[in-house]
């Protein structure tokens, strides 16, 4: 069989061999080896069992494996950002652990989650808009601190309508919902809703929380071959968590793996429906949530029902925020001279998702070469920073073409529409811009291009 996790081949086969008959369900791995330090770790899970492999620089390989009825639990290093390790919790204690790095701790986190649904994927929670009608059509899709700093519960306002009821049987574990106040976040604005817990039975917890978090990541990839490298950014843009019932704050590492392996009273969690308000602030100059080819922004709330010597209730919402988006465009113009040459206006005038923009070009050709075509195109351009490498991927929104024999010398009018999905925005390390390109196909030669830049 074929592992789906990218491993060298001197790991691959004691891993296939391990596996037998038995088929991959999921996998993931670790750039670091058990006791943190640089090398090489593989958790991968089938139905009835989770392999371990483990090597350092030059070190022996050793694979681990354990039966899944084994596994009780899984603790995690406490905080939301940075590096740690994830412990496999048995009835007896500890039975193994795996360190992660800052970039492989979104992975690991849900571990607990893939080993407690039988190692298959699990499904990502969508959050509700309150009162947005039936259930439904009330699901939307989005697209590091040592200290986490604190919000509030707030009280619900008063028009907010009432939650409509659970639909379905209760599972065992439990179950969160997430209402929101509106579909979309917009920046500099708060974000408002409520977290809705059904707990079915009595049950000790540490804790019940929420966590507010948005990230800014990106990668740039240079050179080729043995001296390819890749170069990356990360930006925190919030971190936020509110306490709901029990401990606020996660117990650590150790805290973790001795409080497991303790008879350590918590607090009951009695068996019922619990509403829990709340509102988190959203920066004046947060990005767009987006996921593209070098860059990913995203915004997302996590529910934690932390419950010792046990797998955790956990639900993550991604969250789409949504910068504000500039309502008009000044004139501008661009001008690419040579033996052949384009000059193009752009027109002042009110822009949005779904309008138009609205130009001129003329095209000049003293030499009189052959020109094919004018292409007028408008272009999202997504720009990348990492560690002073820049990359910048472009896309086509809309275009038109004009055969070239039809251009004359005098002034030609062109209206572009805007995508439904226009939102420039710029970050710390990345950003997406709109451009109109006004280019001519010339044969026998360069072609020539002005820009002009939307927003």
């Known amino acids: 069989m074929a592992l789906k996790t990218t491993v060298p081949i001197d790991i691959r086969k004691p891993f296939e061999e391990a596996l037998g008959r038995e088929n991959e369900v999921w996998s993931t791995s670790s750039s670091r080896n058990r006791a943190g330090d640089p090398g090489e770790t593989w ?4 139905k009835t069992r989770v392999l371990v492999g483990d090597r350092g620089f030059g070190g022996p390989i050793s694979i681990r494996e354990i039966p899944l009825k084994d596994i009780k639990g899984c603790e995690m290093e406490g905080g939301s950002f940075g590096a740690g390790r994830v412990v496999l ?31 298959a994927e699990v499904p990502q929670a969508q959050p509700l ?3 947005g009608g039936s259930k439904k059509t009330q699901k939307f899709a989005p697209p590091p601190a040592d200290e986490i700093p604190m919000a509030q519960p707030v009280e619900p306002p008063r028009e907010r309508p009432p939650l409509p009821p659970y639909k379905g049987r209760v599972p065992a574990g439990g179950a969160f919902d997430l209402f929101l106040d509106a579909p979309y976040a917009f920046a500099g604005t708060p974000l408002r809703g409520v977290l809705r817990l059904h707990w079915p039975k009595d049950r000790p917890v540490r ?54 392996m303790s008879s350590a009273q918590h607090p009951v969690l009695k068996a019922g429906t619990y509403e829990y308000p709340f509102e988190f602030e959203i920066p004046a100059n947060a990005p767009a949530a987006y996921s593209g080819r070098n860059a990913t922004v995203s915004w997302a709330l ?14 993550q919402y991604p ?3 949504i910068p504000r988006v500039p309502d008009k465009v000044t004139s501008r113009e661009a001008r690419s001279d040579g033996s052949v040459f384009v000059r193009a206006w752009l027109n002042a005038g009110p822009i949005g998702p779904g309008g138009t923009v609205t130009g001129t070009f003329r095209v000049g050709n003293p030499s009189q070469k052959t020109i094919r075509w004018v292409n007028v195109q408008l272009v999202r351009e997504e720009h990348a920073v990492a560690k002073g490498h820049s990359r910048r991927a472009e896309v086509v929104e809309s275009a038109i073409r004009f055969a070239g024999k039809d251009v004359g010398e005098g002034e030609v009018p062109f209206e572009l529409k805007l995508p439904g999905s226009f939102c420039p925005w710029r970050g710390q390390y990345c950003g997406v811009s709109y451009t109109v390109v006004v280019s001519l196909d010339v044969a026998w030669a360069f072609d020539v291009a002005a820009r002009l830049t939307i927003a």
């Open 207 to 260: 804790g019940v929380r929420l966590y507010w978090t948005g990230r800014e990541r990106t990668r740039v990839t240079v050179g080729s071959g043995k001296h390819q490298r890749t170069y990356r950014e990360d930006r925190s843009w919030a971190s936020y968590r509110i306490g709901l019932f029990g401990a606020v704050e996660p117990l650590g590492f150790f805290a973790s793996v001795g409080d497991a």
């Open 129 to 131: 808009v309150a009162g």
């Open 43 to 46: 958790v991968v899970a089938t």
């Open 319 to 321: 969250i789409r925020v």
């Open 302 to 315: 996590d529910a934690v029902v932390d419950i010792p010597r046990a797998f955790d209730l956990t639900a």
């Open 89 to 119: 919790v048995g009835k007896a204690g500890a039975l193994d652990h795996v360190c992660y790095s800052s970039l492989e701790r979104d992975d690991f986190a849900r571990l607990g989650d893939r080993i407690r649904a039988g190692a």
